[in-house]
């Protein structure tokens, strides 16, 4: 059974950064296209980003420019990196397939607030 766990949560001002990983037991990441996606309260939850097993990243329009999403194979992880923030940002973010096909971790939140 896939278990994914979200990690990185915090509470930051705007055009600041942060980095979100995603663990994942019973898995071989790298073979697997994955993305990040985030839901903000009172929305669905959205893909943002998104990277094939060779390595072709993805993002919506919203983050492009300011979110890299990146995998570390050696440590079967997959993580996001968050720069110049806004506070529309806040939401909590989750890892998954880039089609969301496996049950959803806990999220870990991020708060962008002045």
């Known amino acids: 059974q896939v278990q994914l766990q979200e990690s990185g949560p915090g509470l930051v001002k705007p055009s600041q950064t942060l980095s979100l990983s995603c663990a994942a037991s019973?898995?071989?990441?790298?073979?697997?296209?994955m993305g990040w996606y985030r839901q903000a309260p009172g929305k669905q939850r959205d893909l943002v980003a998104s990277?094939?097993?060779?390595?072709?990243?993805n993002y919506v329009d919203s983050v492009k420019g300011r979110f890299t999403i990146s995998r570390d194979n050696a440590k079967n992880m997959v993580s996001l990196q968050m720069n110049s923030l806004k506070p529309e940002d806040t939401a909590v973010y989750y890892c998954?397939?880039?089609?969301?096909?496996?049950?959803w971790g806990q999220g870990t939140q991020v708060t962008v607030s002045s």
């Open positions: 019973g898995v071989i990441l790298r073979i697997i296209n």
């Open positions: 990277i094939t097993s060779g390595g072709t990243t």
């Open positions: 998954n397939t880039n089609l969301g096909i496996w049950s």
